[in-house]
T-cell receptor, first 111, second 116 residues
């Protein structure tokens, strides 16, 4: 979507390896979020950020870490990928909650 | 526990028919969102409902919000095949009720299939 990009779009990785997903925005929004989407679960919040270096855990944060060193970038790291982390990951941004814009998603497969 | 429940989860409709998707939530919130997702795609914002009694319409879709009943509805009028998609509602709980920094809690989605 305009103003927010995720990379990579697809990734296959091996169990036990670290993986970093990137979310980049050009909207200068304060709030950024990482969600994962799995069949039968909808979207579940992993971590979120409310400013540079300000982050907090969401509902399903175990096994994930995040960093935000610049307003425009929010990184999600799987410290040691497991098969249960095979999912589609979405990044979202909002200025103040009136509207949320989602990225195109990253499809991650852990083999 | 904060919950958002949608029903039905699967809906098969004939073109031209009307139907309603329901979204119930367990917390106090004054903001509710509806999204559409096509297979393999991202989420597209449909409606943002910001107050009790809010009603918004776009084409064949109309959404409403009743914060006292903690219920939102998405009504489909005279369905067409192009409406086939998965529809999600999402709630932003107020801070005093478990919300934080505008986090959204999503329902599991309603997969809509419109057949000729």
């Amino acid at each position: 979507d305009a103003g927010i990009t995720q990379s990579p779009r697809h990734k296959v990785t091996e169990t036990g390896t670290p993986v970093t997903l990137r979310c980049h925005q050009t909207e200068n929004h304060r709030y950024m979020y990482w969600y994962r989407q799995d069949p039968g679960h909808g979207l579940r919040l992993i971590h979120y950020s409310y400013g540079v270096k300000d982050t907090d855990k969401g509902e399903v944060s175990d096994g994930y870490s995040v960093s935000r060193s610049k307003t425009e970038d929010f990184l999600l790291t799987l410290e040691s990928a497991t098969s249960s982390q095979t999912s589609v990951y979405f990044c979202a941004i909002t200025r103040r909650g009136d509207g949320y814009t989602f990225g195109s998603g990253t499809r991650l497969t852990v083999v | 526990e904060l919950k958002v429940e949608q029903n039905p989860l699967f809906l098969s409709m004939q073109e031209g028919k009307n139907y309603t998707i329901y979204c119930n939530y367990s917390t106090t919130s004054d903001r509710l969102y509806w999204y559409r997702q096509d297979p393999g795609k991202s989420l597209e914002s449909l409606f943002v409902l910001l107050s009790n009694g809010a009603v918004k319409q776009e084409g064949r879709l109309m959404a409403s919000l009743d914060t006292k009943a903690r219920l939102s509805t998405l009504h489909i009028t005279a369905a067409v095949h192009d409406l086939s998609a998965t529809y999600f509602c999402a709630v932003a709980p107020l801070a005093a009720y478990g919300g934080s920094q505008g986090n959204l809690i999503f329902g599991k989605g309603t997969k809509l299939s419109v057949k000729p």
